[in-house]
T-cell receptor
């Protein structure tokens, strides 16, 4: 398909385990974003990649969270030693680099920590 | 810091009623403003946008005007349908890209 693809769509794991979430952006989109959507906090920005520039990591809530983007395309968000408060829907978005281009969102990964 | 505030939901309307969802923002610069919509069981979709003061964004019968003097971007629709039932998010970002700052979302329920 032509949209942003995220996998898995659902992930259930035990507290303390590590998880990896994947995002495949729209082809040609150089900007990639991760957000988190949770009941108590709404939609929160996590991290932003733009081309070869250093990522904006200002939204990552703790050092247990990290993300990388390989080859300027696919991105992986990793959460180490998961906690129950990490339970949320993790959304990925991508956009063209030019000014005022809208962000296109994937369907998200619903993460549940037991 | 920059922020977006939306009217609290849920909002419940009858079909064909007039809709307004209020959105105000606080920004240090001159942001672009967006409305995103999340239909039940679906991902976030861009509904409309405005990039500078006095611009009007419109799509699917929805409209919003960028009002710099009142720092507002209220969403309106003249006649809602059951299919408009969704959660609506107001958001801002700066023209050179970067993160979207979202409001808390407003749930709309339209009854037949």
């Amino acid at each position: 398909g032509a949209g942003v693809s995220q996998s898995p769509s659902n992930k259930v794991t035990e507290k303390g385990k590590d998880v990896e979430l994947r995002c495949d952006p729209i082809s040609g989109h150089t900007a990639l974003y991760w957000y988190r959507q949770s009941l108590g906090q709404g939609l929160e920005f996590l991290i932003y990649f733009q081309g070869n520039s250093a990522p904006d990591k200002s939204g990552l809530p703790s050092d247990r969270f990290s993300a990388e983007r390989t080859g300027g395309s696919v991105s992986t968000l990793t959460i180490q030693r998961t906690q129950q408060e990490d339970s949320a829907v993790y959304l990925c978005a991508s956009s063209l680099a030019e000014a005022n281009q809208p962000q296109h969102f994937g369907d998200g990964t619903r993460l549940s920590i037991l | 810091g920059d922020s977006v505030t939306q009217m609290e939901g849920p909002v419940t309307l009858s079909e064909e009623a007039f809709l307004t969802i209020n959105c105000t923002y606080t920004a240090t610069g001159y942001p672009s403003l967006f409305w995103y919509v999340q239909y039940p069981g679906e991902g976030l979709q861009l509904l409309l946008k405005a990039t500078k003061a006095d611009d009007k964004g419109s799509n699917k019968g929805f409209e919003a005007t960028y009002r710099k003097e009142t720092t507002s971007f209220h969403l309106e629709k003249g006649s809602v349908q059951v299919s408009d039932s969704a959660v609506y998010f107001c958001a801002l970002t700066y023209n050179q890209g970067g993160k979207l700052i979202f409001g808390q979302g407003t749930e709309l329920s339209v009854k037949p």
